[in-house]
T-cell receptor
Framework: GQNIDQPTEMTATEGAIVQINCTYQ??????LFWYQQHAGEAPTFLSY??LDGLEEKGRFSSFLSRSKGYSYLLLKELQMKDSASYLC?????????????WGAGTKLIIKP | DAGVIQSPRHEVTEMGQEVTLRCKPI?????LFWYRQTMMRGLELLIY????????DSGMPEDRFSAKMPNASFSTLKIQPSEPRDSAVYFC??????????????FGEGSRLTVL
């Protein structure tokens, strides 16, 4: 079956670093996405990985290992506004049947 | 640039009533998606369109749900009759190929539906 696992909730301190993990088991693989969703708002795109390795974008980085079915989102220099849910999603097929498999999301709580 | 526009933002209705949710995608986007989000089930894809044509509606819960896209700038999701278990936030999203080819989704603000 298709499955994505993420921790339900994490807590971190302002100014620190946090790593949110995502593991997936899907029938195919054509890219992994991370989205941020603040409470009561819409998800917004953070990052995309399709090849193994690290993609860095400012304070946020995303890593992918296709052989391990594993990704993580790394947030540095945490700010209070980073308190949100972080959703991992995998695209298992290409455009002929566009479909994302979504994780349940990780709620990140930032403490002063 | 205007993002994805959804209406209404909030809807409270009674069981058995018809509910119509509306969406205007970003101009030029060729894919439109309807998602439902609840605490219990997370984000669920209900249906998506490509160039106004429904491609996959396997996520539509049952015949009470229907969706249309009469033109490139408008889509509706209708629930008739509504039931309390339909209470959720319904998101519309659109996308088009990016330079990286990854097709990030642009979500609307969502329509929060409460069925009493």
């Amino acid at each position: 079956g298709q499955n994505i696992d993420q921790p339900t909730e994490m807590t971190a301190t302002e100014g620190a670093i946090v790593q949110i993990n995502c593991t997936y088991q899907t029938s195919g693989f054509n890219g992994l996405f991370w989205y941020q969703q603040h409470a009561g708002e819409a998800p917004t795109f953070l990052s995309y990985n399709v090849l193994d390795g690290l993609e860095e974008k400012g304070r946020f980085s995303s890593f992918l290992s296709r052989s391990k079915g594993y990704s993580y989102l790394l947030l540095k220099e945490l700010q209070m506004k980073d308190s949100a849910s972080y959703l991992c999603a995998v695209r298992d097929r290409w455009d002929s049947n566009y479909q994302l498999i979504w994780g349940a999301g990780t709620k990140l709580i930032i403490k002063p | 640039d205007a993002g994805v526009i959804q209406s209404p933002r909030h809807e409270v209705t009674e069981m058995g009533q018809e509910v119509t949710l509306r969406c205007k995608p970003i101009s030029g986007h060729d894919y439109l998606f309807w998602y439902r989000q609840t605490m219990m089930r997370g984000l669920e894809l209900l249906i998506y369109f490509n160039n106004n044509v429904p491609i996959d509606d396997s996520g539509m819960p049952e015949d009470r749900f229907s969706a249309k896209m009469p033109n490139a700038s408008f889509s509706t999701l209708k629930i008739q009759p509504s039931e309390p278990r339909d209470s959720a936030v319904y998101f519309c999203a659109s996308t088009t190929p990016s330079r990286g080819g990854h097709r990030e989704l642009f979500f609307g603000e969502g329509s929060r539906l409460t069925v009493l």
